[in-house]
Nanobody
């Protein structure tokens, strides 16, 4: 059974940094594309960043040059390094992959506030 478990969320001041982690199990991690989504209160879930099995990355414009997605295949883990955080980054962040069916992590809360 595939499980995705996020960690690393928390409360941070504007301009601060966080690194989110998503540990995957039950999947051939090296073969799959991984994504980070986020959902703020009252808004629909949006795709934030993608990393392919070949390490090709893509970002939504609002986080480009601030966030970095990466993966460690030896650890079956995908990361989202978030720098220069803004209050509008406040959301629940979700890890995602698709391999025959869709899999979501449980989400981790990121709050950017003074």
């Amino acid at each position: 059974q595939v499980h995705l478990v996020e960690s690393g969320g928390g409360l941070v001041q504007p301009g601060g940094s966080l690194r989110l982690s998503c540990a995957a199990s039950g999947v051939a991690f090296i073969l799959v594309n991984m994504r980070w989504y986020r959902q703020a209160p009252g808004k629909q879930r949006e795709l934030v960043a993608t990393i392919t099995s070949g390490n090709i990355t893509a970002y939504v414009d609002s986080v480009k040059d601030r966030f970095t997605i990466s993966r460690d295949n030896a650890k079956n883990t995908v990361y989202l390094q978030m720098n220069s955080l803004k209050p509008e980054d406040t959301a629940v962040y979700y890890c995602y992959t698709h391999l025959g069916q869709v899999y979501w992590g449980q989400g981790t809360q990121v709050t950017v506030s003074s």
